[in-house]
């Protein structure tokens, strides 16, 4: 039985409950490979597990830099909360990282580290939640929220609280990863929330037993079974009904409301729109950083006009796009003068910024403000 969205919330006491949250979105279709997806490119992946993962560059003293030379974004992309990867993107850079730090665990590595912040927006909500299973039923509502990059499952049953998880796409060559990083950063948020006494009863993985099993022992503490048919983390279900630390009746659910506002799911956009948007936006005052982004996405100016092209557009107009999105917001939200606007955009001086506002808009930088 598949439950409408928010109606239902996870509970020990409703045996026999599916929730498959992940359909109620989009039609479920059987998997293909990813490189025939037409979606491949679209940037839509909230980069959860990329932060992960360079955060484990960072401290292992390796070169961020250099692992992300040609994706399209790298550090400063990743602290921005609107910036998205595509799956292309973020495959690129799960396979560059397992080559550079040559962890065969490193999916456990990247799960087990993260927190309810590390699950952004979504992972501050669930910790407004009275119990874990309605933590749980958030968290499946919003799992392209938290970054997953596997469809996610749930089933109740008298003894066994169930999830399963499916790729989207066939990727065998970093499904491990996906897999292992999916069910270790539960099980670290799970005990973020509850204790650290909390342990699955088992887990069990489609894949056959790889040179590191031990390594699953440590992370999950509960018996491990390899060559399964399914990938699933079951765990007790009296663990849903345990009230977190943190809830108070007051405060919560306003909060919780203010979250979802801010969790209002974007257009999907193209790859190359999405990083090229980004770049822009961190260096409008910069234009010898401008004048570098083809070198930095590793492609041709012409090149890259071309393809702007083809999706319909051109660089001057996302340019002025961009531009005038950060006009307007440092205009309402800030008192600095129309001058100070001006260099921060990248105009040598006011009057050209005010030409152009009226070109973008049909008003003046200060009737914007006024209005």
Same mark, same amino acid.
């Given at each position: 039985?598949?439950?409408?969205?928010?109606?239902?919330?996870?509970?020990?006491?409703?045996?026999?409950?599916?929730?498959?949250?992940?359909?109620?979105?989009?039609?479920?279709?059987?998997?293909?490979?990813?490189?025939?997806?037409?979606?491949?490119?679209?940037?839509?992946?909230?980069?959860?597990?990329?932060?992960?993962?360079?955060? =484990?560059?960072? %401290?292992?003293?390796? +070169?961020?830099?250099?692992?992300? $030379?040609? /994706?399209?974004?790298?550090?400063?992309?990743? !602290?921005?909360?609107?910036?998205?990867?595509?799956?292309?993107?973020?495959?690129?850079?799960?396979?560059?990282?397992?080559?550079?730090?040559?962890?065969?665990?490193?999916?456990?590595?990247?799960?087990?580290?993260?927190?309810?912040?590390?699950?952004?927006?979504?992972?501050?909500?669930?910790?407004?939640?009275?119990?874990?299973?309605?933590?749980?039923?958030?968290?499946?509502?919003?799992?392209?929220?938290?970054?997953?990059?596997?469809?996610?499952?749930?089933?109740?049953?008298?003894?066994?609280?169930?999830?399963?998880?499916?790729?989207?796409?066939?990727?065998?060559?970093?499904?491990?990863? =996906?897999?292992? %990083?999916?069910?270790? +950063?539960?099980?670290?948020?799970? $005990?973020? /929330?509850?204790?650290?006494?909390?342990?699955? !009863?088992?887990?069990?993985?489609?894949?056959?037993?790889?040179?590191?099993?031990?390594?699953?022992?440590?992370?999950?503490?509960?018996?491990?079974?390899?060559?399964?048919?399914?990938?699933?983390?079951?765990?007790?279900?009296?663990?849903?009904?345990?009230?977190?630390?943190?809830?108070?009746?007051?405060?919560?659910?306003?909060?919780?409301?203010?979250?979802?506002?801010?969790?209002?799911?974007?257009?999907?956009?193209?790859?190359?729109?999405?990083?090229?948007?980004?770049?822009?936006?961190?260096?409008?005052?910069?234009?010898?950083?401008?004048?570098?982004?083809?070198?930095?996405?590793?492609?041709?100016?012409?090149?890259?006009?071309?393809?702007?092209?083809?999706?319909?557009?051109?660089?001057?107009?996302?340019?002025?796009?961009?531009?005038?999105?950060?006009?307007?917001?440092?205009?309402?939200?800030t008192d600095m003068t129309v001058a100070d606007v001006a260099h921060a955009l990248?105009?040598?001086?006011?009057?050209?910024?005010?030409?152009?506002?009226?070109?973008?808009?049909?008003?003046?930088?200060?009737?914007?403000?006024?209005?």
């Amino acid at each position: 039985m598949i439950l409408p969205t928010k109606q239902k919330t996870l509970s020990a006491r409703e045996p026999g409950l599916t929730v498959n949250f992940f359909t109620m979105l989009k039609p479920t279709v059987s998997p293909h490979h990813w490189t025939d997806n037409p979606q491949q490119n679209d940037a839509v992946v909230v980069p959860n597990v990329a932060r992960a993962l360079l955060s =484990l560059l960072s %401290e292992s003293g390796l +070169s961020i830099d250099h692992v992300c $030379r040609g /994706l399209g974004f790298g550090y400063p992309e990743l !602290l921005d909360l609107e910036t998205r990867l595509s799956y292309r993107q973020t495959r690129s850079l799960i396979t560059r990282t397992q080559r550079t730090l040559r962890d065969p665990a490193l999916g456990l590595s990247t799960g087990i580290r993260q927190t309810p912040v590390s699950w952004g927006l979504a992972g501050l909500a669930m910790l407004t939640c009275r119990t874990l299973g309605e933590a749980i039923t958030y968290g499946l509502e919003h799992q392209g929220d938290t970054g997953a990059l596997l469809e996610h499952r749930a089933n109740i049953n008298p003894s066994e609280l169930i999830i399963e998880v499916k790729p989207k796409v066939f990727d065998i060559e970093i499904e491990p990863f =996906l897999v292992e %990083e999916a069910f270790s +950063s539960a099980v670290s948020i799970v $005990r973020r /929330l509850v204790g650290a006494t909390f342990n699955p !009863l088992r887990v069990e993985l489609s894949y056959a037993r790889p040179d590191y099993a031990d390594a699953y022992r440590r992370v999950f503490r509960c018996p491990i079974k390899f060559a399964a048919g399914g990938n699933r983390l079951i765990s007790e279900p009296h663990w849903l009904n345990t009230q977190l630390p943190d809830y108070d009746d007051i405060t919560c659910a306003p909060l919780r409301a203010q979250l979802d506002k801010m969790l209002n799911r974007r257009t999907t956009r193209n790859e190359l729109i999405e990083t090229l948007s980004s770049h822009i936006r961190l260096n409008l005052d910069d234009r010898e950083a401008l004048q570098a982004i083809p070198k930095k996405l590793n492609i041709s100016e012409r090149t890259l006009r071309r393809r702007l092209t083809e999706l319909g557009l051109s660089y001057s107009g996302l340019f002025d796009q961009i531009r005038h999105e950060r006009a307007c917001d440092l205009l309402r939200h800030t008192d600095m003068t129309v001058a100070d606007v001006a260099h921060a955009l990248g105009f040598s001086d006011a009057h050209s910024f005010r030409r152009a506002f009226k070109r973008w808009s049909g008003k003046l930088p200060n009737e914007q403000r006024h209005a």
